[in-house]
Nanobody
Framework: QVQLLESGGGLVQAGGSLRLSCLASGRIVSTVWMGWFRQAPGKGREFVSS????????GYADSAKGRFTISRDDAKNTVYLQMNSLKPEDTAVYSC????????????WGQGTQVTVSS
C-alpha cells in the first residue's frame, strides 16, 4: 500500500479557489485509481473525483462537475484537485485515496486536509 499526504487546504471566501495536492510514496502502477473524497461535519464521506494513474480516465461527482478538475503529475507522484467557484457547502475534510492495482477498491487513505469556505 502506498502512503498519501494531502496539502493545500485552508480558508477561502465563497467564489474563491484552492488547489489540493496528494503526494504518494512509492511507485504507482498505471491501473491504480486515485480519488478525492470529503467529509463534512455530521455527514458521511462522499466521493468527489478520481483519476486513473495512466491518465486515461477521470470521474466527478455531480457536485464537482464544472468546478473541480483532477490531474496528476507522474514525475512528482502527485495528484491535484483544482477547486474553483467554491461554495460554503464545499466545506469539509478532503482526503486522498488510492485503490489496489486492480483498481477495484480504495485501500490507502491520507489523513485529510481541511477546506473551509466562508459565505
Amino acid at each position: 500500500q502506498v502512503q498519501l499526504l494531502e496539502s493545500g487546504g485552508g480558508l477561502v471566501q465563497a467564489g474563491g479557489s484552492l488547489r489540493l495536492s496528494c503526494l504518494a510514496s512509492g511507485r504507482i502502477v498505471s491501473t491504480v485509481w486515485m480519488g478525492w473524497f470529503r467529509q463534512a461535519p455530521g455527514k458521511g464521506r462522499e466521493f468527489v473525483s478520481s483519476i486513473k494513474w495512466s491518465g486515461d480516465g477521470t470521474g466527478y461527482a455531480d457536485s464537482a462537475k464544472g468546478r473541480f478538475t483532477i490531474s496528476r503529475d507522474d514525475a512528482k507522484n502527485t495528484v491535484y484537485l483544482q477547486m474553483n467557484s467554491l461554495k460554503p457547502e464545499d466545506t469539509a475534510v478532503y482526503s486522498c485515496a488510492a485503490t489496489t492495482e486492480a483498481g477495484v477498491r480504495y485501500v490507502s487513505w491520507g489523513q485529510g486536509t481541511q477546506v473551509t469556505v466562508s459565505s
